[in-house]
């Protein structure tokens, strides 16, 4: 089992940042692949991006890419988003999730454990 916790979420406007921590406890975190997932009301929950065990590879969806970093702390057990020059189109609840194998999946079905989210509110 892994338990997954989001945090950082909140307002901020136009052009702001904000950093999203996701930590986990349970099973082996080092040995775990991330992602990060979004949603907003009467959608599809939306893959962002996500990053191997290790750290080493990265995979970010068109949308954000440039814009928003996922790095991780295996020490920690702590994956990040740090998400700049946010636009309102970013609002959502934001979510990340994970689970054991190689390769950097992007669908909600690939993944076996998720965070409860939290909200990232972008004004105009």
């Known amino acids: 089992q892994v338990q997954l916790v989001e945090s950082g979420g909140g307002l901020v406007q136009a052009g702001g940042s904000l950093r999203l921590s996701c930590a986990a406890s349970?099973?082996?975190?080092?040995?775990?692949?991330m992602g990060w997932f979004r949603q907003v009301p009467g959608k599809e929950r939306e893959f962002i991006g996500a990053?191997?065990?290790?750290?080493?590879?990265?995979y970010y969806v068109d949308s954000v890419k440039g814009r928003f970093t996922i790095s991780r702390d295996n020490a920690k057990n702590t994956m990040y988003l740090q998400m700049n020059s946010l636009k309102p189109e970013d609002t959502a609840v934001y979510y990340c999730?994970?689970?054991?194998?190689?390769?950097?999946?992007?669908?909600?079905?690939?993944?076996?454990?998720w965070g409860q989210g939290t909200q990232v509110t972008v004004s105009s």
């Open positions: 990053i191997t065990w290790s750290g080493s590879s990265t």
């Open positions: 999730a994970t689970s054991r194998g190689l390769g950097l999946p992007r669908r909600p079905s690939d993944y076996d454990y």
């Open positions: 349970g099973r082996t975190f080092s040995m775990l692949r």
